[in-house]
């Protein structure tokens, strides 16, 4: 099977992230558009090669050369994973490729990062982690391995998704290296999980590491293998048939059951958008011409652009579904569908919507459809309901991962903080629980909050709140075996993080919402960057932890994107100039 | 006994951190010359009295009202620390409290952040993340427990300085509370280990620690306990009694035998400055007058400021000392003198020399006398020789935390790379050594390297140098109690990062330094931070690597330090305005 058709692809005369007033980001694609990538299937082995068309980038204003990637690249990555997982339960191995001739892969194009905003290159920096991330999550749990096949230039990210693979495989022609240029040629970081995976997961010597991420014509030939930063060498001759040979070996060793395969439709969100009228107060950009709500099937995300606020709704499924019978129909089925809803509205709040400054989440449904919705779920033994549980484990990391204060509100009788909904309230920074009389407001546990859906620290969602008390996240699961728990006792159990009654319930909300939109937008993304992920730290938490923390730093130094930075300079005939006091 | 005595503080016109040409930063300091704290002991308690004198701030500029604190504040905690380890051996148990009614301690001087230079608040902030956690050391390894008797306001960096303590008890007299104002009221983050230890140390529910860290006024009385915020809560009238009593029990709890007792002697640091002559490249900042070298008695640290370079040496001791033997005379024995210099000289190099990227660093001695004081230091069961152990590995640490890059430079016959010097070699980045014909250049190994002198995230160095290959520790090791090991075989075991002969030694590490020295301070720093830190993660790497990476993000943010931002305009009538795009 071979994707090949390509559509014309409509783009703005704006930059990326240069200006809200811009197009909607699309995180939807599918083979037969991509622009950047050949995904083939062959047996049990993928091919994905990256034909990256430098005609067509993200945004005008650079060319997207050398194989070198943009947002829109890696939107193509992630979706290609997704169908790979979905799709093809054949595949046991996915390779990467490049079809140029002495290029794998060139990184992020540098001009593009010169053009973008510092909101807009920090969350190009996490969706490329959290694409690369989930190529991991797959070979670790969904029996798909992934073998970079580097025959020519593997620099910056091209490298860093090298590092993401199982095993890489570097061409021996006397001239292929693999490198990080960035620090010494841009002053910046190899920021997509390329330091911590280069020490932490593949153990290079970190002295060793050390002179590889500051010699920018990189390391080739016998010292990248001695090195560990590669795992095969092959000669240009060997090539083809070592590939095919390593692929088949990978996926030799993949026994997970998988599939049956199932196709992911598109999601239709709707973006409506009130013309006409205006925000009550200025937002701080003026009155850009911006969407005010996503609507999806399940989903809901609608934005009060005066207040800095958003609301987003979250709806449990219409009755008690066994996911394998319904997409034996062709049809989604709720635990599917309403997770990648929330995936894209999530994306689309980080890139598109960077002023909103807090979220309130709340729920709506039957809570025994929901937790009738998990049983059948996790009972099932299907390949396809397990990639179902992973794919809502990473949206809801993703959920945790988003730098937007997020405040769970249950205000409602049609409330549904139930089983994997009620990992939302967990989630959140905050759960406010309205006390009222007949308790039809409450929680309710399901096999979805008993250890399956870790954070990036490895921790549950309930370990996480209880953090060194595992007594506590006992008392909650025995408890919610019996059934539904109102707002005044998961207050007690410590679940809610406010519970009132309705005489002051919506002032007491509404002031913390206020109070919490009117704070600093970097403080708290540092505040709640360090309160979310307690425990244990990971390969993971790193990455988003210390090494992006880092980037994020970097990125705002003179060095890098002042006038004379480095990153600014690139490509152009004027030096970079350094400030010299190090931190 | 009860220090008192105080002596007139000279000052210089200047702000930290605000100009090269200041005066030199004193990191030494004694009871009989405190500004801001009184000392006093009293049995197995003492008391470390906060009575912040608002006229003698570090720099003139500012006033330290209210127990606020700035960077002279800090040095004189440290030195009481320090001096409680060493010369009160009967101390088993301090107690923080305040001369002032209502107020414990009000954090960090905000007047004197908004003055400061960007590297100044980093490194300022650094240093007292360094003090708190030497609280907790002398806690878990000295016997030395720490109460704070938080009898009035207890804010920001002052509740920091409790959350370090083994116990916290507040006043509950209806208005004093515990609180975290940084992020409502300065845009800022509660820097000095704060968020990690609510949540990771107190294990306070993080939902809670949100609410606390967003409500400026902070936290009082019963839910203040409730929260695990504070360990006790005691009223006015019962305050003096219930801190005894807290600080006898924990005092009681204590089983280390510490001692004997030995009086930390002055440094006697000399720097020299070659006046007259100037540097053959203009620096950056100018031809600031600086000084040109630190010397003294096991330790150099020498700077070339056109090349942004220093040279660090430090000698092995005389002879092979016992250092309980040593110290019966009143002398200070070698293992202790040259960590607490290498100590100083680090701490100049941070705060005083910002502009110096890299430094090459070098041994000299004889080993057997390093390996004989080794065995020395670690088979004595005494408490002082417990504590010039913890010494060195705290040294060793701020080694590693020190934002330059390290080259370990093996390239005399004299060098001495052996045992607890080798742990230098270890930690820098990288370690260059000279293949000689009559391999007199190696190193060598003793107890030192076998595990006590742990790094942050609680690996040895030999342990994080082959992180992930304990089969490498173990021939290292195995091989060094054979005898030295020459430049040739230390890179074969991979000690020695690059080994060459005298051909090429001297060009390639000149190159190095040279190279090194010419990229960009700010993506070393996040690159260093990354690489030199594998493996597990601790409370002490979480702050050093999560917590400092954000909150220096956020200080290079105009939402804090721009003209308009919350630190800038803190105490001013304006109001902030901020930025509101998230990242």
């Given at each position: 099977?071979?994707?090949?058709?390509?559509?014309?692809?409509?783009?703005?005369?704006?930059?990326?992230?240069?200006?809200?007033?811009?197009?909607?980001t699309?995180?939807e694609?599918?083979?037969?558009?991509?622009?950047?990538?050949?995904l083939?299937?062959?047996?049990?082995?993928?091919?994905?090669?990256?034909?990256?068309?430098?005609?067509?980038?993200?945004?005008?204003?650079?060319?997207?050369?050398?194989?070198?990637?943009?947002?829109?690249?890696?939107?193509?990555l992630?979706?290609?994973?997704q169908r790979?997982?979905?799709?093809?339960?054949?595949?046991?191995c996915v390779?990467?490729?490049?079809?140029?001739?002495?290029?794998?892969?060139?990184?992020?194009?540098?001009?593009?990062?010169?053009?973008?905003?510092?909101?807009?290159?920090?969350n190009?920096?996490?969706?490329?982690?959290?694409?690369?991330?989930?190529?991991?999550?797959?070979a670790?749990?969904?029996?798909?391995?992934?073998?970079?096949?580097?025959?020519?230039?593997?620099?910056?990210?091209?490298?860093?998704?090298?590092l993401?693979?199982?095993?890489t495989?570097?061409?021996?022609?006397?001239?292929s290296?693999?490198?990080?240029?960035e620090?010494p040629?841009?002053?910046v970081l190899?920021?997509?999980?390329?330091l911590?995976?280069?020490?932490?997961?593949r153990?290079?010597?970190?002295?060793?590491?050390?002179?590889?991420?500051?010699?920018?014509?990189?390391?080739?030939?016998?010292r990248?293998?001695?090195?560990?930063?590669?795992?095969?060498?092959?000669?240009?001759?060997?090539?083809?048939?070592?590939?095919?040979?390593?692929?088949?070996?990978?996926a030799?060793?993949?026994?997970?059951?998988?599939?049956?395969a199932?196709?992911l439709?598109?999601?239709?969100a709707?973006?409506?958008s009130?013309?006409?009228?205006?925000p009550?107060?200025?937002?701080?950009?003026?009155?850009?011409?911006?969407?005010?709500?996503?609507?999806?099937?399940?989903?809901?995300?609608?934005?009060?652009?005066?207040?800095?606020?958003?609301?987003l709704?979250?709806r449990?499924?219409d009755?008690?579904?066994?996911?394998d019978a319904?997409?034996k129909?062709?049809?989604q089925?709720?635990?599917?569908?309403?997770?990648?809803?929330?995936?894209?509205?999530?994306?689309?709040?980080?890139?598109?919507?960077?002023e909103?400054?807090?979220?309130?989440?709340?729920?709506?449904?039957?809570?025994?459809?929901v937790?009738?919705?998990?049983?059948?779920?996790?009972?099932?033994q299907?390949?396809?309901?397990?990639?179902?549980?992973?794919?809502?484990?990473?949206?809801?990391?993703?959920?945790?991962?988003?730098?937007?204060?997020?405040?769970?509100?249950?205000?409602?009788?049609?409330?549904?903080?139930?089983?994997?909904?009620?990992?939302?309230a967990?989630?959140?920074?905050?759960?406010?629980?309205?006390?009222?009389?007949?308790?039809?407001?409450?929680?309710?546990?399901?096999?979805?909050?008993?250890?399956?859906?870790?954070?990036?620290?490895?921790?549950?969602?309930?370990?996480?709140?209880?953090?060194?008390?595992?007594?506590?996240?006992q008392?909650?699961?025995?408890?919610g075996?019996?059934?539904?728990?109102?707002?005044?006792?998961a207050?007690q159990?410590?679940?809610?993080?406010?519970?009132?009654?309705?005489?002051?319930?919506?002032?007491e909300?509404?002031?913390?919402?206020?109070?919490?939109?009117?704070?600093?937008?970097?403080?708290?993304?540092?505040?709640?960057?360090s309160?979310?992920f307690?425990?244990?730290?990971?390969?993971?938490?790193?990455?988003?932890g210390?090494?992006s923390?880092?980037?994020?730093?970097?990125?705002?130094?003179?060095?890098?994107?002042?006038?004379?930075?480095?990153?600014?300079l690139?490509?152009?005939?004027?030096?970079p100039?350094?400030?010299?006091?190090?931190?």
């Amino acid at each position: 099977m071979q994707y090949s058709a390509r559509k014309v692809c409509v783009t703005s005369n704006k930059l990326p992230g240069t200006d809200r007033r811009m197009d909607p980001t699309s995180f939807e694609t599918h083979p037969s558009r991509y622009h950047h990538w050949k995904l083939a299937v062959d047996g049990d082995i993928a091919r994905l090669t990256m034909a990256v068309d430098d005609a067509h980038p993200h945004k005008p204003g650079y060319e997207l050369k050398l194989n070198s990637y943009d947002l829109s690249v890696d939107i193509e990555l992630a979706d290609a994973i997704q169908r790979l997982r979905f799709e093809h339960p054949e595949v046991k191995c996915v390779v990467f490729g490049a079809d140029l001739d002495r290029v794998f892969c060139s990184g992020a194009n540098i001009y593009m990062l010169g053009l973008s905003t510092h909101s807009f290159k920090v969350n190009f920096c996490k969706f490329t982690n959290e694409t690369r991330l989930y190529l991991e999550d797959a070979a670790e749990h969904s029996g798909l391995a992934s073998l970079a096949a580097c025959k020519g230039t593997t620099a910056g990210g091209g490298y860093e998704l090298a590092l993401a693979c199982n095993e890489t495989m570097l061409v021996d022609d006397g001239n292929s290296a693999v490198s990080f240029p960035e620090t010494p040629l841009l002053a910046v970081l190899p920021g997509t999980g390329g330091l911590t995976r280069l020490v932490d997961k593949r153990k290079v010597r970190r002295d060793r590491a050390d002179v590889f991420c500051t010699t920018a014509e990189g390391i080739k030939g016998k010292r990248a293998k001695d090195w560990g930063l590669v795992d095969h060498l092959v000669s240009r001759t060997k090539w083809d048939a070592s590939v095919t040979d390593a692929a088949k070996a990978l996926a030799a060793k993949q026994t997970v059951v998988r599939g049956p395969a199932f196709a992911l439709p598109a999601l239709d969100a709707k973006i409506t958008s009130k013309s006409g009228e205006r925000p009550t107060r200025s937002i701080a950009e003026g009155d850009a011409e911006v969407s005010d709500k996503l609507t999806y099937k399940y989903v809901e995300l609608a934005f009060d652009h005066a207040l800095r606020t958003a609301a987003l709704t979250v709806r449990g499924p219409d009755a008690a579904e066994d996911p394998d019978a319904v997409a034996k129909t062709g049809t989604q089925p709720w635990a599917l569908r309403a997770f990648r809803e929330l995936d894209d509205a999530l994306l689309r709040l980080r890139f598109d919507y960077p002023e909103i400054n807090i979220v309130a989440v709340r729920t709506a449904g039957n809570p025994d459809h929901v937790k009738a919705c998990d049983k059948a779920l996790f009972d099932s033994q299907s390949g396809f309901a397990r990639e179902v549980r992973l794919l809502q484990r990473r949206v809801l990391k993703r959920f945790d991962n988003t730098a937007r204060s997020l405040y769970a509100v249950a205000d409602n009788a049609d409330s549904c903080f139930t089983g994997v909904l009620l990992e939302l309230a967990l989630g959140a920074d905050r759960f406010y629980m309205l006390i009222d009389k007949d308790e039809k407001i409450g929680v309710e546990t399901s096999v979805a909050n008993t250890g399956f859906f870790t954070t990036s620290s490895g921790l549950s969602r309930l370990e996480s709140r209880f953090y060194g008390e595992p007594g506590k996240v006992q008392k909650v699961l025995a408890r919610g075996v019996e059934g539904p728990i109102p707002s005044e006792e998961a207050e007690q159990l410590g679940l809610a993080t406010i519970a009132a009654d309705d005489i002051d319930f919506e002032d007491e909300l509404r002031i913390a919402i206020e109070e919490r939109a009117s704070l600093s937008p970097d403080a708290l993304t540092g505040m709640e960057a360090s309160l979310r992920f307690v425990g244990p730290e990971t390969l993971e938490t790193k990455i988003f932890g210390r090494l992006s923390a880092w980037q994020n730093w970097i990125f705002t130094r003179a060095n890098s994107t002042g006038a004379h930075g480095a990153l600014t300079l690139y490509g152009k005939p004027e030096r970079p100039q350094f400030q010299w006091k190090r931190t």
